[in-house]
């Protein structure tokens, strides 16, 4: 019986013997990061710098990023635990791809129990701490030893075969813990379990999606005195709303209609937060249990209430905005991807936690553009008798985005800050406008407002309809008085509202229409300083 007993203890040490011989070793941090930042559509950066200061902004969950970092790692032969600590806070576990190790990963567990004060009480229950409280009578200090018997949900300790309820004491106390326990972190941690032939050390490749990081573009137009060019500058503000920072690293920026299902998220982490688990309040012992007071000092007299410390001043959670760029650095290449743009910044960058940089990615002179005054110009819903209507057209801004036409880079939309420089060299705000991501190849217009020096009056002179069979033919004549109230010659073009409509027909014009690059069709009229010019035309449309 001996015997037998003696051998089935050895036969569960052997199988137990993998289990016992698990090691962990854990990589504290990257060697390198690459940092590859998307969006589906263009960032508002005023919108996104007014939301991070809103304490329930979420930012930290929105955006996404492809981190790939560098790791050197030391294996051990048999199980083991890889611990990879100072992952971004916002990674998407199942993403995860891990190469170079020797073997193939078992399990992978992505760990976000964070260490706070009740995760700390609640891994502590059964250990022994050390609770430091203060007489509130002479200042002293009084260390004794305790038991942790319940969690961060209103802590109990046992002290001297006494149980207390943490922090019901009515004095200012601390607990001191030895070490912090297994399994708790200040920052999210992914761990591996592997089973390699031998131990050796091995430079890994760790990459995976990350939220917290987004990315959007603006643009600085300096138009020129005599209104024909501009110089142009382009600016990529990266911004992080997580927690960890990637240093000196290659950064990319990706511009294109991006296809989420919306799934790629973050795991929150665990937060226990300790709650005082103390008996009703509003009693004449304000919540202070006077058996357990009594067993450290004498009650006293509560001191008088403190004056208000003075009001802090506000600071903002993401006040660290970085500029960066000169007129000697290298600025960021384009290239395809897909049918995504791909921007790389010429150098490495640090995209620190918390943080909004500014990057130069543009710089171009002396680009041609033309100014026009835009007008849609409609009558559908007037009649002959009715009075004529009176309009300000919208000052537009057209550029050809071709390497003949000063650009020929695409450029992710944005917002546009157009300043005017006067012959005396001064800069002045002329408006602002958004754009879309425009590819190469393809027009580009700034709508910078409403014309201040002319109007268009509307009106409609004849119109009538005939039937045939069941479709009914509906015409007007229109006539369109463009003046010029400024000095300077002014170039209109006038879209009718109505070229979408079914069976529309241009059947008479004074001036010849043409189809513009966005495909409509328009006519351009030159207005001298001070005078008009008159347009009629007749279509038809089918009702």
């Known amino acids: ?71 050197t790692v030391d294996v051990p032969a048999g199980d083991a635990v890889i611990r990879f600590e100072g992952v971004s806070t916002g990674i998407v576990p199942q993403s995860v791809t891990i190469e170079g190790l020797p073997s193939a990963v078992l399990e992978q567990n992505a760990d976000f129990d964070l260490l706070t004060p009740g995760s700390l009480l609640d891994k502590s229950i059964g250990d022994t701490v050390q609770v430091v409280r203060t007489n509130p009578a002479n200042g002293r200090q009084e260390v004794r030893t305790a038991v942790v018997r319940s969690g961060g949900a209103g802590a109990v300790l046992e002290i001297e075969g006494k149980y207390e309820a943490l922090s019901c004491s009515g004095m200012i106390e601390r607990v001191i813990f030895e070490d912090v326990p297994e399994g708790l972190s200040d920052q999210p941690t992914l761990s591996i379990r592997t089973r390699a032939p031998a131990a050796g050390r091995y430079t890994v490749t760790l990459a995976y999606l990350s939220t917290g990081l987004q990315w959007s573009t603006d643009y600085v137009a300096r138009l020129s005195p005599d209104g024909r060019t501009l110089d142009l500058t382009g600016w990529l503000t990266l911004a992080n709303f997580g927690g960890t920072s990637f240093p ?21 982490p665990v937060v226990r937060r300790r709650s005082p688990g103390c008996w009703p309040q509003d009693t004449t012992t304000n919540g202070v249990n ?114 003949a036409g000063g650009l020929g880079i695409a450029l992710p939309g944005g917002n546009w800050s157009l300043r005017q420089i006067t012959p005396e060299g001064r800069s002045v705000l002329a408006g602002e406008a958004e754009t879309q991501d425009r590819p190469v190849g393809l027009p580009l217009e700034l709508e910078r407002g409403e014309a201040s020096d002319v109007r268009v009056r509307t009106r409609v002179t004849a119109d009538g309809a005939r039937t045939r069979g069941a479709l009914t033919t509906a015409w007007r004549e229109v006539e369109v008085i463009v003046s010029n109230l400024g000095g300077d010659a002014e170039t209109v073009e006038l879209i009718p509202q109505e070229f979408n409509q079914t069976g529309f027909r241009l059947t008479r014009q004074s001036v010849r229409s043409a189809v513009t690059e966005s495909g409509w069709p328009a006519w351009t009229l030159t207005v001298p300083p001070g005078e008009s010019v008159t347009l009629t035309y007749r279509y038809e449309v089918t009702e």
């Open 1 to 71: 019986m001996r015997a037998a007993l003696t051998a089935a203890t050895a036969l569960i040490s052997l199988l137990a013997a993998p289990a016992l011989a698990q090691t962990v070793t854990t990589s504290a941090k990257a060697d390198t990061a690459t940092v590859v930042i998307y969006r589906d559509q263009p960032v508002d950066t005023v919108e996104l710098m007014e939301r991070s200061r809103q304490s329930w902004n979420r930012l930290d969950r929105e955006g996404l990023a492809l981190i790939v970092e560098t790791r």
């Open 290 to 403: 006077p058996d357990t007071r009594d067993d450290w000092y004498p009650p006293v007299a509560p001191p008088p209430p403190m004056a208000p410390p003075p009001p802090a001043a506000m600071r903002p959670e993401y006040e660290d905005i970085v500029v960066t760029g000169s007129r000697v650095q290298r600025l960021a290449s384009q290239a395809e991807l897909g049918d995504y743009k791909i921007y790389t910044l010429p150098s490495p960058t640090t995209v620190a936690a918390r943080q909004t940089k500014q990057v130069r990615f543009l710089e171009r002179t002396a680009v041609p553009y033309d100014r026009v005054n835009r007008q849609w110009v409609g009558a559908g819903w007037m009649d002959a008798d009715d009075e004529a209507e009176e309009s300000t057209p919208q000052v537009v801004f057209r550029l050809r985005n071709t390497e």
């Open 248 to 268: 000196d690293a290659p950064v990319q920026v990706v511009a294109g209609d991006l296809q989420t299902t919306g799934r790629s998220v973050p795991v929150d």
